[in-house]
């Protein structure tokens, strides 16, 4: 029943989001212009003669102050809305022992600082290595419960890296990807064996009995 409830919200969640800046975009024609949209085809023609070209990312089109606010503004904001359904499907996913809330917050307040990294370094490789030294320094001091919950920080970040360059969709396509083939994983409960470790649920008490009778 859970698994329903979050294929419903997921499928309405995207659907409203995407309806919305749809209608935003044919009313106001000039939002386009600060969509953080469009770097997935400069990353797909591939890359130039030149090593050191950049890319170019969404915000070629900013000029003015104002303009990159508003800019950066929208990207920041289509990470959080890109990555919040993410959120869900882990804490729908997750049994209660093995919860872990601050995971949660890191998936949601990560893209936020890569979105923000990888406009900082754009256009500058000396700062990309300067950066790279600062934040060898930082690790994450929390062991991850799960090898499965690393996925969670990998999106997150691509997600940020996708926003960052002007790439949102690719990020929404991601977390679409992300989200429903979790969803359908637990629902047909693929790769179970009993007795063993289960990610996505709880194994039962009846599968443990029957595989201490096994092991006695």
Known sequence: MRAVHLLVRLTIYYFAVSATVFT??????????????????????????????????GARNVTTFAESIVW???????????????????????KR??????????????????TG?????HDSLA??????????GVRFRNTLKSSGDALYILLAIGIGLSAGIGAIEIAAVMSMAFNYCFLILWITDYGAKKGAHRY???????????SGEETG
């Open 127 to 136: 700062l990309a290595f300067s950066l790279a030294g600062i934040v060898g």
């Open 117 to 121: 990294i990888v406009i900082i370094v």
């Open 200 to 210: 996505m649920r709880r194994t039962s008490k009846r599968s443990n009995h029957q």
């Open 97 to 114: 022992d093995e919860y872990d809330q601050s995971l949660v917050e890191t998936v949601v307040i990560l893209p936020i600082a890569v």
């Open 24 to 57: 935003a975009v044919t009313l106001f024609p000039i939002v386009r212009e600060y969509m953080p949209i469009g770097g997935a085809e400069a990353l797909l023609r591939g890359p130039s003669n030149d090593p050191f070209d950049s890319i170019e990312i």
């Open 72 to 94: 950066l503004v929208i990207a920041v904001s289509a990470a959080i809305l890109t990555v919040i359904p993410v959120s869900w499907t882990y804490m729908a996913l997750r």
